[in-house]
């Protein structure tokens, strides 16, 4: 049974130079800043991580409660413009995750396009309205922090 590509994509203006939003967003350990606390995300992998295509990275996380692993390979990197992260093992029959940065009036707009597709038994797509939301939920958190982290300067 095939089952269904779902894609989640966001964007948000930082009023900041795409050089120093794509600076943060290379440092892995930012990720865990950006992500919310109940997840207790962690990097295993050794810090800092040398970023590039072919990197790979581990993580510790829960999801409703379930602790698991997951790792991901930078599978496209382009200073300053865009980076790929695809999920190589974890919950995800498919995760692609493209982070694409842009000059726009008042600073950089970031995009963020997630391809993904749920795992088979037991969740499926029978889990899908709650996998949405709860992916939702996580980019809505990440953009309040981005908001925090790098909005305007004091």
């Given at each position: 049974?095939?089952?269904?590509?779902?894609?989640?994509?966001?964007?948000?203006?930082?009023?900041?130079?795409?050089?120093?939003?794509?600076?943060?967003?290379?440092?892995?350990?930012?990720?865990?800043?950006?992500?919310?606390?109940?997840?207790?995300?962690?990097?295993?992998?050794?810090?800092?991580?040398?970023?590039g295509?072919?990197?790979?990275?581990?993580?510790?996380?829960?999801?409703?409660?379930?602790?698991?692993?997951?790792r991901?390979?930078?599978?496209?990197?382009?200073?300053?413009?865009?980076?790929?992260?695809?999920?190589?093992?974890?919950?995800?029959?498919?995760?692609?995750?493209?982070?694409?940065?842009?000059?726009?009036?008042?600073?950089?707009?970031?995009?963020?396009?997630?391809?993904?597709?749920?795992?088979?038994?037991?969740?499926?797509?029978?889990?899908?309205?709650?996998v949405?939301?709860?992916?939702?939920?996580?980019?809505?958190?990440?953009?309040?922090?981005?908001r925090?982290?790098?909005?305007?300067?004091?």
């Amino acid at each position: 049974m095939l089952r269904r590509e779902h894609i989640l994509t966001t964007q948000i203006l930082i009023p900041r130079p795409r050089e120093e939003v794509f600076e943060f967003f290379a440092a892995a350990e930012n990720l865990q800043r950006i992500t919310p606390p109940e997840l207790g995300f962690e990097i295993t992998t050794a810090l800092p991580i040398s970023m590039g295509a072919g990197a790979l990275i581990d993580y510790r996380l829960r999801l409703l409660g379930v602790p698991f692993r997951w790792r991901t390979r930078i599978a496209r990197w382009e200073p300053g413009n865009a980076f790929v992260d695809e999920q190589i093992s974890g919950p995800y029959a498919l995760w692609v995750h493209t982070h694409t940065f842009r000059d726009a009036q008042g600073g950089t707009l970031v995009r963020d396009e997630v391809r993904y597709r749920l795992p088979g038994f037991p969740f499926g797509e029978v889990a899908y309205p709650l996998v949405r939301l709860q992916v939702g939920r996580i980019f809505d958190y990440r953009a309040r922090r981005l908001r925090e982290l790098l909005g305007p300067r004091a």
